[in-house]
């Protein structure tokens, strides 16, 4: 095993036996951007949650596709805002961290997963900022995962880690086809995604990867 795979394969294994939030603005955010590493860090022996903050539309068929979603990679998922139908801008701002604040008390996490700083979403950057607050009261490493956009914008991303998920693509793509809802009706279709894989996959050297904004990172 090349050096780079065995330190990437560290890094995965520092999480075994700890809890990782995986935090998404929406259901299938934390798929697409970062299914593939939530499903190896399942497989490690971390206890991983996928944290959806708000549904926007269609609640029921869209929680219950989460759920589905999560059970794929592994995971569990927990809803902040699933009481009714709204927007992460909806929220105001110090109930969004207060939510993500009794999370951080109450899971102790060794990692937080999520948007980057740079989405050009708002309610994204929300939930960047909302997860980057959660700090001041707990130390845990924090990563960023690229941004999703079914526009044809793109948004500056620079990840300086990738994470192998040539062994859990397959498991990514399922748990991104759960969310049926967001595809079937905009005529998308989720291989965009494996391609985004294979690319950031040439980009590290292996067959399948998700790059990562490194946050903030405690070296032993």
Known sequence: ????????????????????????????????GAGGTVARLAEQGAEVTMVIVCVPSGLEVRLAEARRAAERLGARAEFLFAQAEMRVEDVKTYELVGRLDGLVREKDPGA?????????????????????????????DMFCFCASSCHPVSAPFYPQAYVDISGT?????????????QFDCRGLTPERYRGVAKEHGRLA???????????????G
């Open 1 to 32: 095993m090349a050096r780079t795979e065995e330190a990437a394969s560290d890094l995965i294994a520092k999480y075994r036996g700890r809890r990782v939030l995986a935090v998404g603005a929406h259901p299938d955010d934390i798929e697409v």
């Open 205 to 219: 050297g292996v067959e399948y990867a998700e790059g990562l904004e490194v946050s903030r990172l405690k070296l």
């Open 112 to 140: 937080v997963i999520t948007h980057g700083v740079s989405s050009l979403h708002q309610d994204h950057s929300l939930v960047h900022r909302a997860c980057v607050s959660a700090q001041r009261l707990h130390h845990f």
């Open 169 to 181: 693509i397959d498991r990514k793509m399922a748990a991104i086809r759960e969310h049926r809802s």
